[in-house]
């Protein structure tokens, strides 16, 4: 079974640029999960979806960030415009039942702002 | 709210020694934890979980884990450290809106 699959792995832009990630979850798993992992911390939830639903989105910082799922599969995170302090890695995870906290990582993607 | 506390930011042990992590948590309920390890430039994978029952859960890889209620811990052993298990773990909790709190994390280091 593919895990959680992230592009890019890696990422370097210059503050104000928009940046995009992208996620694709296990299959058949209809909660995704985006995380934000700052350095030397553990992740933070940025934003729940059930199927296409974005069911938490609380600690999603809206005036610069979005996201999307689109046919409730795969999941697309935008920041525009980048600040130097959104360096950090962004995790995706995914899991397998509605109402599960049990969740599968992707390796994230690693953004470095400069 | 929920919160997980990981005392130990690094620990060193040779290889073939034994290992203890620890993690204490706050949460009003009974308490679903999990136990993550991460290698550089990788992901989270899920060394082991405890929803309820036997409070000594074992994990993949050779670690377990026990849940001790009475002090809100939940910490992670290994008999036997391999060079391989350096890496950064991490301690979670599920917390309401089945998102995970996570600690801070704790590097592991192996020296031969």
């Known amino acids: 079974e593919a895990g959680v699959v992230q592009s890019p792995r890696y990422k370097i832009i210059e503050k104000k640029q928009p940046v995009a990630f992208w996620c694709n979850p296990i299959?058949?798993?209809?909660?995704l999960y985006w995380y934000r992992q700052n350095l030397g911390q553990g992740p933070e939830l940025l934003i729940r979806y059930e199927n296409e639903e974005a069911v938490d989105d609380s600690q999603l910082p809206k005036d610069r960030f979005s996201a999307e799922r689109l046919k409730g599969v795969d999941s697309t995170l935008k920041i525009q415009p980048a600040e130097l302090g959104d360096s950090a890695v962004y995790l995706c995870?995914?899991?397998?039942?509605?109402?599960?906290?049990?969740?599968?990582f992707g390796p994230g993607t690693r953004l470095t702002v400069t | 709210a929920q919160s997980v506390t990981q005392p130990d930011i690094h620990i060193t042990v040779s290889e073939g020694a034994s290992l203890e992590l620890r993690c204490n948590y706050s949460y009003g309920a009974t308490p679903y934890l999990f136990w993550y390890v991460q290698s550089p430039g990788q992901g989270l994978q899920l060394l082991l979980k405890y929803f309820s029952g036997d409070t000594l859960v074992q994990g993949i890889k050779g670690f377990e884990a026990e849940f001790k209620r009475s002090q809100s811990s939940f910490n992670l052993r290994k008999p036997s450290v391999h060079w391989s298990d350096a890496a950064e773990y991490f301690c979670a909790v599920g917390a309401e809106g089945n998102k995970l709190v996570f600690g801070a994390g704790t590097i592991l280091r192996v020296k031969s």
């Open positions: 995870a995914s899991s397998p039942l509605a109402g599960s906290v049990e969740q599968y």
């Open positions: 299959s058949g798993h209809n909660t």
